[in-house]
């Protein structure tokens, strides 16, 4: 199996080198740097820093290498550090991505704080005395420690990694100065989240988290002056979309008795659409496509929500194919937002026997193209429910596809058959089956191959409107019936 047309895999971890400073002097760098206090291209020395700001020389080496990861800075040696202009609009977008994640925190996270919010009020009155005596690094102390400890609460690994990955701690304290005119506003409007979370009401909870973040985004919109999120934010985004490659499978993966490619192209750089293989007991193999409503941030945020739900779920013992897309459809349900769903197909393919038992909710039918005498015949493999988050108690009912040596499954989403030429029309489904049925014989990444050069043929130079995957599977010999 190859992973194509998404890059070279590599680690994405803490941004930074040893243990973060703290303190003070630490976060009031970290504020002037932001908001413009030093100029693009200035020189600063290290010694400066540290008497400047009241840090030891391996604090202040420590925090410009932080920023420097994040495009703030850049070292020379470890004697001085050249400053570089931020960028308001990838600010912008940092915290589009912290709303939209908050939001689905704030959902999941209501269970566990229902009656449990005692230390979300002890943070809010330390915010308040901090607002009180117009102390800015200790309101960013607490906002940050009340935010965290609802993503923790939700128990949700990938929110936290996509908040340390976006560095969101370190962005809190930097505009904790641009946001001084509103800082009461802001502090008072934690409120109404504790008592939403206190009544474990989640949805209730997800749209103030959301709306808190996004009226601090405004803020900051409307504060007189730039507040440096410029090259920053171009590193934590390309580092979000690391993190996105690292939920796909890896390129080593090997499933008996079938050859795999596959293909994963968003919109928008990052995107909503899925896809996994997972090794189950009894020599089994879970296989699954998806597409979360609506593209970029938000959508990302989802499918990570439920590539967790789904894997959890599946590798538990004993656990019957509708019972799992079921209690999926719940986790999917509580922890999206009302506009938010996916479409999913999962399946169960048992090698030994070629059955393949599968869920289709709400996804474009994958097709089997089984040749036959020179020609082909073509099952579509059809949808028979709803998309899961929709609705929280539906039952969906498993189907059976008895698969035969040489049949190639060809899974896909959307963004494949809806692409779009010149005159607004589609590419479509029917252009899909003709081509396949020109492919007999070919091997599962010649009909990736075909697949993109026709839709590419077709758009003519359109630009790509939504997320594309396709997963092609051919069934080898090899796994005696």
């Known amino acids: 199996m190859s992973l194509r047309n998404d890059g070279k895999r590599r680690e994405f971890g803490h941004v930074g080198c040893g243990a973060r400073p703290s303190g003070a002097g630490w976060a009031r760098l970290v504020r002037d740097l932001f908001e413009g206090r030093y100029c693009a291209g200035q020189s600063v020395e290290l010694s400066e820093i540290a008497a400047e700001y009241k840090l030891d020389h391996k604090a202040v080496l420590q925090a410009l290498a932080e920023l420097q990861s994040l495009g703030m800075v850049s070292l020379s040696g470890n004697c001085s550090a050249v400053v570089h202009s931020p960028n308001p609009k990838e600010m912008q977008e940092a915290y589009e991505m912290r709303a939209a994640l908050e939001e689905i925190a704030g959902r999941t996270a209501a269970t566990a704080l229902k009656g449990n919010t005692a230390n979300l009020r002890k943070e809010l009155e330390a915010m308040r005395s901090a607002a009180n005596e117009r102390n ?65 009401s989640g949805r209730e ?32 985004l390309e580092g979000a979309k690391s993190v996105q490659r690292a939920f796909f499978p890896p390129q080593t993966l090997s499933i008996p008795c079938i050859s795999c490619e596959t293909f994963y192209q968003p919109a928008r750089g990052i995107g909503g659409d899925y896809y996994d293989f997972l090794p189950l007991q009894g020599g089994r193999w879970g296989i699954a496509i998806g597409d979360v409503s609506g593209k970029g941030i938000s959508a990302a945020l989802i499918m990570a929500s439920l590539q967790a739900s789904l894997r959890a779920q599946a590798l538990r013992p004993h656990l019957g194919l509708h019972t799992l897309i079921a209690d999926v459809n719940r986790l999917v349900f509580e922890s999206s937002p009302a506009d938010l769903f996916a479409s999913l197909f999962y399946a169960e393919f048992e090698p030994a026997t070629r059955i393949l038992k599968y869920v289709n909710a709400g996804h474009n039918p994958p097709i089997v193209v089984r040749p036959k005498n020179g020609s082909c015949e073509m099952f579509h493999l059809k949808s028979t429910d709803m998309p899961v988050g929709i609705s929280g108690d539906r039952q969906f009912a498993p189907t059976t596809f008895q698969l035969s040596v040489d049949d190639v499954v060809v899974a896909y989403t959307d963004g494949i058959t809806e692409a779009e030429n010149y005159h607004g029309q589609q590419w479509g489904e029917e252009k899909l089956v003709s081509l396949l049925r020109s492919c007999n014989g070919a091997s599962s990444e010649e009909i990736i191959d075909s697949i993109l050069e026709e839709v590419s043929v077709f758009a003519n130079g359109q630009p790509q409107r939504d997320d594309m995957t396709l997963v092609v599977m051919t069934v080898q010999d090899g796994c005696d019936l």
């Open 136 to 200: 800015l690094d200790a309101y960013a102390k607490h906002d940050v420690k009340f935010h965290k400890s609802i993503l923790q609460a939700s128990q949700n690994k990938a929110l936290l990694r996509v908040w340390d990955t976006l560095a969101l701690e370190l962005r809190v304290h930097a505009v904790a100065g641009k946001i001084s005119k509103h800082l009461q506003e802001a502090v008072e409007s934690h409120q109404p989240i504790i008592d939403a979370l206190e009544k474990g």
């Open 205 to 236: 909870a997800g749209l103030l988290l959301r709306n808190h973040i996004e009226t601090i985004s405004e803020y900051l919109k409307k504060s007189e002056s730039d507040s440096g999120f410029h090259r920053a934010l171009r590193k934590d």
